[in-house]
């Protein structure tokens, strides 16, 4: 149920400094909001992170087990979204 996903990690944290690689993980829920596991796999997700000045490259790693990292890099100073 993409209602019940949840995504936490530093990244998402307020303080992150622009120019360092930080990171979050998106973990798959079911309609309860209890982890699917490896039923969760494979699913396409789509991240949009917006700066300042534009979009930022987020890289998705499927880690097979409902879970999902999501790499990124500031480019700039201000605020993230």
């Not at 936490?8 to 979050?24: A, R």
């Not at 829920?29 to 209890?34: A, L, P, Q, S």
């Not at 490259?57 to 097979?64: H, I």
């Amino acid at each position: 149920s993409a209602e019940r996903t949840v995504c936490q990690g530093p990244g998402l944290q307020p303080g992150n400094k622009d120019t360092v690689p930080t990171h979050f993980t998106i973990e798959t829920r079911d309609k309860e909001g209890k982890p699917v596991g490896k039923h969760g796999a494979g699913k396409p997700f789509k991240v949009d992170i917006k700066g300042p000045t534009g979009p930022v490259r987020a890289e998705v790693k499927d880690n097979g087990d409902g879970t999902y990292r999501v790499d990124y890099t500031a480019p700039d100073h201000g605020d993230h979204v």
